[in-house]
Nanobody, 115 residues
Framework: QVQLAESGGGLVQPGGSLRLSCAAS????????MAWYRQAPGHERELVAI???????NYADSVKGRFTISRDNAKNTVYLQMNSLKPEDTAVYYC?????????WGQGTLVTVSS
């Protein structure tokens, strides 16, 4: 069983920065993929950024150049550094862990970008 604990959300002004963290615990397999998704009110959940245990990354076009995903495999933690935040980045951000047929979601952390 894998559990994910997210932190770092909050209220930030447009142009500001936040860093989200997601710590995985339990029966962690090293060759996993971890990702961040988000869901804004009235919208479907969408992929924001994804990173394999080997370091490969992919980003949604809307966040390229502004967001950076990273991970500390020793700590089983994935981060999302969010810079130049825009009001349209407002959403609940979810951490995701996946390996083979196992997929686990975090509880979500709210990010609000507003002046």
């Amino acid at each position: 069983q894998v559990q994910l604990a997210e932190s770092g959300g909050g209220l930030v002004q447009p142009g500001g920065s936040l860093r989200l963290s997601c710590a995985a615990s339990g029966s962690i397999f090293s060759r996993n993929v971890m990702a961040w998704y988000r869901q804004a009110p009235g919208h479907e959940r969408e992929l924001v950024a994804i990173m394999s245990s080997g370091g490969g990354t992919n980003y949604a076009d809307s966040v390229k150049g502004r967001f950076t995903i990273s991970r500390d495999n020793a700590k089983n933690t994935v981060y999302l550094q969010m810079n130049s935040l825009k009001p349209e980045d407002t959403a609940v951000y979810y951490c995701n862990y996946k390996i083979a047929s196992v997929e686990v979601w975090g509880q979500g952390t709210l990010v609000t970008v507003s002046s």
